[in-house]
């Protein structure tokens, strides 16, 4: 890959803005490095700006992650893509070329004030993922409250090209014509901190395959019981009532051989047992089972969380779920074998049901950086005991769940790793810093 003039030079490509690579970002920058975060969503904060509040200490997700994003988005040495990709990668002699795709908003990001004209006035309205499918966005849309950039952007396969965001924006920001842009870059070390996605269920028969309206996802639940949530209540998707019974299936997607994944996730027993006490919190009247096959309490501070738990009246059922089902009123019916009745199989009803899914890597970098994966597709760290975050190329890091499952707090030590690895790489190389990045 040839090097043009216009060519963009940073010290350290992060790619993946969530906390691990907000975190590894603001880390290096600290060093007087200067730093490009790559963000394919449409704003930075990852999984984390969704959750309710994190365990073992219940504290305000949103309000750990803003001043996490805004740290990054103000620091002098931080400049952030969102919305955009990589293309491709080669290592050279002089560090990596890189082609980062930014994709067309239609709005003109040093433009937008974030007034929300537009969105107020576009007629059309769609599920919003950011809710996971709850509540509704416009075509026209700013992602959420807490979003950085607070720039809005164009759902252009959605739009039905009215004409009224245009003739609503103060500040002449819309521009149908926008169309994507190859940047090239020139970095000295990468930082992959990619994350995660949940275990897909939509071919999983015994478990509903996604067709079951109460049987969610965990990112759903964490959506509904946030207090800035699509609802602000906890209601079942199929008819909006608040529910009696709720119910976790532990291990769905993970420690299972059926299913190609193998590895326990980590973090569903402690985000399950999470969102329970805080349901207990919010529906006092409410029942709510977790059935588990074991539970891993394994961090500081998690056995007491569990203990805490059990103290609190809420439910622990020993058993292997088999299957889940639904009566005429969409009920769910798990069948289970419960280990304390020596193994009998029994049918319980509830009114929701939560799936506990497990953690596979969001992304696969193979055809775009030269890292290998392991079996699971998490980036590899062949020494992981003297190098912690090194990838199998030298002068790529990784960090967080992209390396494999795990909690915010080891997230965020891995980042702090990831970046004293990258600068001392960089000092290593004699590679000359650059002063680009504004
Ligand atoms: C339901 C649930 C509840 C949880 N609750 C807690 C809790 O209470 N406490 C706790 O400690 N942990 C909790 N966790 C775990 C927590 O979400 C993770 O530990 C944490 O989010 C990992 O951060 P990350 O930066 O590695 O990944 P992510 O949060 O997944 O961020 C990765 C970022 O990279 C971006 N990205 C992906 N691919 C690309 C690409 N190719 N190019 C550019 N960008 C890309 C993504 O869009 C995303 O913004 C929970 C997990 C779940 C599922
Ligand atoms: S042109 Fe498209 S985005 Fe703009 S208001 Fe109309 S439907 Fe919404
Ligand atoms: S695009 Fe225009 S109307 Fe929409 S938020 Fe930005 S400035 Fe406001």
């Known amino acids: 890959m040839s090097e043009n003039h216009n060519t963009k030079v940073v010290d350290v490509l992060v790619l993946g803005g969530g906390i691990g ?21 449409t704003s930075i904060g990852g999984k984390m700006i969704g959750l309710s509040k994190v365990f073992p200490t219940l504290d305000c997700s949103s309000c750990i992650t803003t001043p996490k994003m805004a740290e990054a988005a103000h620091h002098d040495n931080i400049e952030i893509m969102t919305y955009a990709e990589l293309d491709q990668a080669e290592k050279g002699p ?42 509704a966005r416009r075509a026209a849309y700013i992602p959420h409250s807490n979003a950085y950039p607070q720039c809005a952007l164009i759902d252009i396969d959605n739009c039905i090209f009215c004409g009224r965001c245009i003739k609503a924006c103060p500040t002449d920001a819309i521009h149908f ?68 019974s709720i119910a ?49 309490a394994f961090g500081k501070g998690f056995e007491t969380f569990y203990q805490d738990a059990k103290a609190m009246g809420l439910q622990f059922v020993c058993g292997k779920v088999a299957s889940i089902s639904e009566d005429d009123d969409h009920n769910p019916i798990i069948r289970v074998e419960r280990k304390e009745e020596g193994g009998e199989v029994v049918e319980d009803k509830h009114d929701l049901v939560v799936l506990s899914q497990g953690m596979l890597p969001a992304w696969n970098p193979k055809g775009i950086l030269p890292v290998t994966t392991e079996t699971y597709d998490f980036v590899d760290v062949p020494k992981k005991k003297r190098e912690p975050t090194a990838t199998t190329m030298a002068g790529i890091f990784v960090a967080g769940t992209a390396a494999g499952p795990k909690d915010i707090v080891d997230t965020i030590v891995e980042a702090g790793a990831a970046a004293a690895q990258a600068s001392a790489y960089l000092n290593s190389t004699g590679w000359i810093q650059s002063t680009e990045v504004s």
């Open 177 to 244: 014509s926008q169309g994507p842009e190859v940047i090239d870059v020139r970095a000295g070390a990468i930082v992959i901190a990619t994350g995660y996605k949940l275990t897909p269920m939509d071919s999983v028969k015994r478990y509903g395959a996604e067709k079951l309206p109460n049987v969610i996802n965990p990112l759903l639940m964490e959506r509904l019981i946030a207090p800035h949530g699509p609802y602000g209540k906890v209601l079942r998707p199929s008819d909006g009532r608040i529910p009696d």
């Open 94 to 135: 002089s560090g990596f070329q890189v082609k980062v795709r930014q994709k067309p908003r239609y709005v003109v990001e040093k433009d937008c004030i974030g007034c929300r004209l537009c969105e107020y006035v576009c007629p059309v309205q769609l599920p919003d993922a950011f809710e996971s499918g709850q509540g």
């Open 21 to 41: 690579g907000l975190q590894a970002a603001v880390d290096l920058a600290d060093r007087d490095l200067k730093i490009l975060v790559v963000e394919q969503d």
């Open 248 to 296: 976790y299936v532990q291990c769905v997607g993970s420690r299972d051989i059926s299913m190609g994944v193998p590895y326990c996730s980590r973090v569903c027993c402690m985000y399950a047992i999470k969102q329970a006490i805080l349901l207990a919190g919010s529906l006092p009247l409410a029942d709510v089972t977790i059935y588990y096959m074991d539970v891993r």
